[in-house]
């Protein structure tokens, strides 16, 4: 978690990560820390969105990012089962149309 508690990046293992909190200015670069290591393994990465309460701008940057990342690495980021408030924002921005990302178990809007 971070200081006031309101973001963490749970490694699962095998390319998977728990997002929880909000995704924003002050967390993004976290969570591109967290999950590089992860883009040099063989598996794809995949990030549960469920407990994410918040996207912003710089949590859709940190997205491609990664997404961009994964598909120089032959390999894509799979957004799993984001909540309605982040599945919104994802909507309104295209990403299914983003670099190296697949977004896998949202619920329709």
Do not use: C
């Not at 728990?18 to 820390?33: C, S």
């Amino acid at each position: 978690m971070d200081a006031d508690g309101s973001f963490d990046v749970q490694p699962l293992g095998n390319g998977d990560f728990r997002v929880v909190g909000e995704l924003d200015l002050a967390t993004a670069d976290r969570l591109l820390e967290v999950i590089h290591p992860a883009m040099e393994t063989p598996s794809d990465v995949t990030l549960d969105l469920g407990n994410v309460t918040f996207l912003d701008s710089s949590g859709i940057r940190a997205l491609i990012e990664a997404g961009r990342e994964a598909a120089t690495h032959g390999k894509i980021v799979i957004l799993r089962s984001p909540s309605r408030a982040v599945l919104v924002v994802l909507d309104i921005v295209g990403a299914e149309r983003f670099v190296g990302i697949a977004i896998e178990g949202s619920i329709a809007l």
